[in-house]
């Protein structure tokens, strides 16, 4: 297809404008490197806001400059309108408020940004891509740059240009796909009663700044909730896939909301299959609204509450992953291995969302002491098949375990500031950006 026009002279091309993508996007610019972001829907932060994924899991371990200038950002514009964090450097978001925040930080800084742009081919020569094609609204367009970021949470971009990718474990199994909504209009003031007097211990009901609203099979904190799930998957009201993980937030400026975790959906097949896709956005949805009336004609609070959003995008935890010229595995995360090209920290635990319940068992009890943490290598952002490239966020060079961890929000982002650094480093030396030594990005992220 011939493209409609050309746009020349950048940089870095970032294909994605998620988590990692922001991140990285945003640190290239602060290098002072001209920088197109190009993101296939019409906001920002893709899994958080598109998805709905808020909160932010807690990490201990510290983060980048860049995600510690968009979290102060963001605490900043969100003053005064609720609780933003949580023990831990948990951060509470809503989706609305951190599309626009990012918005307007990257184009402060200088990042150009292109929505409705879906990158549908890579043009590669020797092992250098030239340039990335995307349909945006009705035409093709061209963009030419020296150097590629791939944050495209499926490994898109790389795999167009031939670098080689990996799914799923090596048994074939894959994590579950959730399709989060949120509920408005809750009567906060009779849940947190109701959720007092039923020895309910998950949040402190009397807490006003925060509420989590979870149900989860024989998890004691959850106190009668757990006898008035049971009872409703008796007579039927509920069915026993929809009543085994429900995990409700409240969101800063959206009083009465909860931004839902769930439904965590059975497995209908790899997700990449394009009719197996489409029924999971139907199941899911059938299931959002199963809970919903069920909440609303039992739980005292949820009386008035309605479905008032679901997430433009399926909550995807793993799909494609590049191989890189290092294979992170679980081995690293029991290990806490240490690299001397670590360029980000992770701690958040080998985390599968399964439909088998020992797989979710086994992965709790792996979790770090407070202050314990492994190193990623800048190898695993980068390949041998394609120079001037590197992947950042929940596609990196890793095993199916350790995808688990490392797909945190907080280690996305500081993924994405070394890889924006890395790119300064390269165009400095002249260099591809697999020939980088790592080493060099250490010191100013760890
Ligand atoms: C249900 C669920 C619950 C989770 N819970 C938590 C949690 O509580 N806390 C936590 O920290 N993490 C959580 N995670 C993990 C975390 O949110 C994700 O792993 C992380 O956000 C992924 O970031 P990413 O940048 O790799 O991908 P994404 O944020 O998904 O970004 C990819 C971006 O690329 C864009 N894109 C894709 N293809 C193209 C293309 N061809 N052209 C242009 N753009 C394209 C997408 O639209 C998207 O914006 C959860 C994940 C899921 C799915």
């Not at 990335?132 to 791939?150: G, P």
């Not at 109701?194 to 004691?220: I, K, N, R, S, W």
């Not at 240490?338 to 086994?362: M, P, Q, T």
Request: glycine share 8%; charged share 20%; proline share 3%.
């Amino acid at each position: 297809m011939k493209p409609n026009k050309t746009y020349a002279g950048y940089d870095v091309v970032v294909v994605g404008g998620g988590t990692a993508g922001v991140a990285a996007a945003l640190s290239a610019s602060l290098q002072g490197l001209k920088v197109a972001l190009l993101e296939k829907r019409i906001a920002l932060t893709g899994t958080q806001a598109n998805a709905m994924v808020t909160p932010f899991m807690p990490s201990h371990v510290h983060g980048s400059a860049t995600a510690d200038m968009l979290t102060r950002a963001y605490r900043e514009h969100m003053a005064g309108q609720g609780r933003l964090t949580l023990p831990g450097n948990m951060e509470l978001y809503s989706p609305e408020s951190f599309k626009l925040l990012n918005e307007q930080v990257l184009t402060e800084n200088g990042v150009e940004i292109f929505y409705d742009a879906t990158v549908i081919t890579a043009d590669t020569d020797n092992g250098i891509i030239q340039s990335v094609t995307a349909l945006i609204f009705d035409n093709f367009y061209m963009f030419e740059a020296e150097q590629f970021i791939d944050a495209s949470g499926d490994a898109l971009l790389s795999r167009f240009a031939g670098a080689q990718l990996m799914t799923g474990d090596t048994d074939g199994s894959r994590q579950s796909v959730s399709f989060r909504f949120e509920m408005a209009n809750i009567n906060f003031d009779r849940l947190r009663q109701y959720l007092a007097q039923a020895d309910y211990t998950f949040c402190d009901p009397a807490d006003e700044t925060f509420m989590e609203f979870v149900h989860v099979p024989g998890v004691e904190a959850c106190g009668d909730l757990l006898e008035v799930f049971a009872k409703a998957q008796q007579n039927g009201e509920l069915t026993p896939e929809i009543a085994r993980y429900i995990q409700g937030f409240s969101m800063p400026g959206k009083p009465g909301s909860l931004s839902f975790n769930n439904p965590q959906m059975p497995q209908l097949g790899n997700v990449e299959d394009p009719q197996v896709f489409s029924e999971y956005v139907r199941y899911g949805r059938k299931m959002q609204h199963q809970l919903a009336a069920f909440l609303a004609a039992n739980i005292p609070g949820f009386e008035q509450a309605f479905i008032s959003q679901e997430a433009n995008m399926l909550g995807v935890r793993e799909s494609n992953r590049v191989k890189g010229r290092y294979v992170m595995t679980a081995n690293d995360y029991a290990q806490r291995r240490k690299f001397d090209d670590g360029i980000a920290r992770g701690d958040w635990y080998i985390d599968i969302h399964s439909d088998d319940l020992d797989v979710e068992d086994e992965s709790f009890k792996k979790k770090y002491d407070k202050g314990e943490y492994y190193e990623i290598p800048y190898r695993s952002l980068v390949c041998g098949e394609v120079a001037n490239l590197i992947f950042v966020g929940r596609i990196i060079s890793c095993d199916f375990k350790m995808q688990s961890s490392i797909r945190i929000q907080h280690t996305c982002r500081d993924m994405g500031d070394a890889a924006g650094r890395a790119c300064a480093l390269a165009k400095q030396h002249g260099i591809a950006l697999n020939q980088v030594n790592g080493c060099d990005l250490k010191g100013e992220c760890l």
